[in-house]
């Protein structure tokens, strides 16, 4: 937004007076300003306004808090809180929007050398600084975004946010992430390929599988027996007449890990009824309402695994 003299005599000057909005911004910032005149020769002037955004608490090394890595493993990001007019600050209290994410925050009493954070350089501490610890904890993958709120006694900040992005993949995973099977009765049973990958590149080994649920005759053949990152499982119906309809289960794999020692994928079995043969005119007016009923639905799964 910008404010101006609209009239200006012949040989007289005028003011323009612009504001910007820093909120959010911090470090050198550069705006323009377009002004339309009535001046014949020079209709518009184009005025460029250039400042540094100090804001009222550095935090360092960075204003964004971001977890990069495998569930399971120990996240921490240490943040340095200081007031940039170099007086005392005081952090009521911090917080975060997410679950499983916690914030300590701790006034640093005397001068402490730099460290490094998530491979970010944070500068040495001194008196009337505060320190804020974010750790992320459990053990399952997760990919979000939420914010990090610390209360302080700045009479022109009192609230600070700062944004917070979590980015934890599994330390061993399954593509795809669930195993689906189309099957129709009669015909040659169908397969799956599933791939069990360490995402650190260790070698581990399946120990064994087993299917839960309400599903037809599977197997699980595991054709690499040795330890090794990438494990190959292929799928595979048993049965090549199970009755038809949709059966839900699924497939737990037991590794040798001791931080991933089993994981658990979804199975969906799909079996449509064989294709009627057809029937020649007089039958069909014989029978004109015959359907056939599909047999009932197993109750108990079955599974068997082949190395």
């Known amino acids: 937004m910008a404010e101006y003299d609209s009239a200006i005599p012949p040989g007289g000057s005028g003011t323009v007076i612009a504001k910007v909005r820093t909120r959010g911004r911090q470090g050198r910032q550069s705006k323009t300003v377009r002004v339309e005149t009535n001046d014949p020769t020079t209709p518009f002037v184009t005025l460029r306004l250039t400042f540094v955004s100090q804001p009222a608490i550095d935090v360092l090394p960075t204003r964004t808090v971001t977890f990069a890595g495998f569930a399971g493993q120990k996240h921490e990001v240490t943040l340095l809180l200081r007031r940039a007019d170099g007086e005392p600050l005081q952090v009521l209290e911090a917080s975060s929007t997410r679950p499983n994410v916690s914030v300590v925050a701790e006034p640093v009493g005397a001068v402490e050398p730099p460290i490094v954070t998530t ?62 099977l189309r099957q129709r009765t009669g015909e040659r049973p169908v397969s799956s390929q599933l791939v069990v990958r360490h995402n650190n590149h260790r070698p581990f080994q399946i120990e064994r599988v087993e299917f839960e649920g309400e599903l037809p005759r599977l197997e699980a053949e595991i054709p690499q027996q040795e330890p090794t990152p990438v ?61 056939d009923k599909p047999a009932p639905a197993t109750k108990k799964a079955h599974g068997t695994i082949k190395k």
């Open 231 to 291: 494990h190959r499982l292929e799928i595979r119906l048993q049965d090549d007449a199970p009755p038809s309809g949709s059966y839900q289960g699924r497939l737990i794999v037991h590794t040798n890990l001791r931080r991933v020692p089993q994981l658990e994928v979804p199975v969906t079995v799909r079996v449509d009824a064989a294709a009627a043969a057809p029937s020649s005119p007089a039958a069909a007016s014989a029978t004109p309402n015959a359907v």
């Open 119 to 180: 491979g970010r350089r944070v500068p040495p501490a001194r008196p009337g600084d505060w320190r804020l610890r974010v750790n992320v904890e459990g053990t399952e993958p997760r990919s979000e975004a939420g914010k990090l709120i610390v209360r302080t006694n700045h009479p022109q900040q009192p609230e600070l946010t700062l944004p917070l992005r979590i980015q934890l993949r599994g330390l061993v995973e399954t593509q795809p992430r669930s195993v689906r």
